[in-house]
Nanobody, 128 residues
Framework: QLQLVESGGGSVQPGGSLRLSCTAP????????IGWFRQAPGKEREGVSC????????NYVDSVKGRFITSRDDSKNTIFLQMNGLKPEDTGIYFC?????????????????????WGPGIQVTVSS
């Protein structure tokens, strides 16, 4: 059973940056595609990005393109979501999820219902 843990959330002013991390203590993420998701208050969960197990394929939902960067460091068993130029509409709970199926099996920007493993989520608040 894969247990994912997110870290790095917090509060930031508009235009600021945060870097989220996703890891799985005691397990390897090397063979998993990792998705990042968010859920704003009163809204449905939304896919933010997906990075393939090799790191060679990454896709983003349109609303974060050019601002967010997903990467992975397999030596640290960690996947990162670098968020720059944050906007109030980026506020929400952010989740990472893992699946053995490649990113192409998951709809970009979708709810991620097909992902097998999920972290508990972490709050990101963008406010002045």
């Amino acid at each position: 059973q894969l247990q994912l843990v997110e870290s790095g959330g917090g509060s930031v002013q508009p235009g600021g940056s945060l870097r989220l991390s996703c890891t799985a203590p005691g397990s390897s993420l090397n063979f998993y595609a990792i998705g990042w998701f968010r859920q704003a208050p009163g809204k449905e969960r939304e896919g933010v990005s997906c990075i393939s197990s090799s790191g060679g394929s990454i896709n983003y939902v349109d609303s974060v393109k050019g601002r967010f960067i997903t990467s992975r460091d397999d030596s640290k068993n960690t996947i990162f979501l670098q968020m720059n130029g944050l906007k109030p509409e980026d506020t929400g709970i952010y989740f990472c999820a893992a699946d053995r199926l490649p990113c192409s099996y998951h709809k970009t920007g979708g709810r991620g219902d097909m992902y097998d493993y999920w972290g508990p989520g972490i709050q990101v608040t963008v406010s002045s």
